[in-house]
């Protein structure tokens, strides 16, 4: 099922038919993906006096309660209103899905004991292009990802100029293979996400930052078409599917 998309003049075909998930689904196991130090998340049969919605008790349909929080537990989305007293929803900010998009892959450096995404690094892997979303996979790049359990672990981040970079280049949607943009424990500075949403100047309120991604070492780095998909809640954050469409040359 291929299709042609036109994107300023020039059009690109993409086979519809050949999606790239690149989304950590949430599961009701402990061995879930974690961060920020919270239980893992629960999937488990609604009880209400003798009902159990299971099947095998005796239900007729399976009736599951769904808890957990989609900044610590598998692919999510978020908008500004993740750092701002004012409510923003990330179902609101993203009214477009469709995005010209460069995944880059990034071997964090070390700076002062920490493992950084820095402004040369991502000079470097995106030259002169200008895309609408970037996407980083960092090396070493393991399946553990799928299942890691980063609290205390002091995970990647981008330092500061380097989200100023994507700024500066137009980058409105950035997706990361790590838990967040910013140091684990960081003291409230949030520096990426501030910079990377304008915070203290003209706010970007369509940006979107996309955390928990897992980019397969099968997709090769380059242009591609993301669809980023939401579920519909309004909240700073939802749970994501970006999926990732090749450009056939």
Not at 177 to 193: F, Q, R, T
Not at 218 to 242: C, H, V, W
Request: glycine share 4%; proline share 5%.
């Amino acid at each position: 099922m291929k299709t042609i998309i036109k994107h300023n003049t020039k059009n690109y075909t993409i086979d519809l038919s050949q999606p790239l998930d690149i989304s950590i689904p949430i599961t009701g196991k402990s061995t879930n993906v974690n961060a920020w130090y919270v239980d893992p998340p629960k999937i488990e049969p609604h009880t209400e006096g003798e009902f159990i919605g299971k099947v095998t008790e005796g239900a007729s349909t399976n009736f599951n309660d769904i808890s957990f929080n989609p900044h610590a537990h598998g692919t999510h989305t978020e908008c500004i209103g993740h750092i701002t007293e004012e409510f923003h929803s990330v179902n609101k900010s993203l009214s477009k899905f469709f995005f010209m998009t460069e995944v880059i892959t990034i071997a964090p450096e070390k700076i002062k004991g920490d493992f950084v995404i820095s402004k040369k690094q991502l000079q470097y892997a995106l030259g002169n292009k200008n895309r609408e979303a970037v996407v980083i996979r960092t090396i070493p790049n393991l399946r553990d990802k799928m299942t890691r359990q980063y609290a205390n672990t002091n995970p990647p981040y981008l330092l500061e100029s380097a989200a100023q970079l994507l700024v500066d280049k137009g980058v409105e949607h950035l997706l990361v293979d790590l838990p967040s943009v910013d140091k684990e424990k960081d003291d409230g500075a949030l520096l990426a996400h501030k910079t990377f949403w304008n915070y203290d100047g003209k706010r970007r309120l369509q940006a979107t930052i996309t955390e928990f991604v897992f980019v397969a070492n099968s997709i090769k780095d380059g242009k591609y078409f993301l669809n980023l998909q939401l579920a519909s809640f309004e909240n700073d954050a939802s749970p994501s599917r970006p999926v990732l469409y090749l450009i056939e040359e």
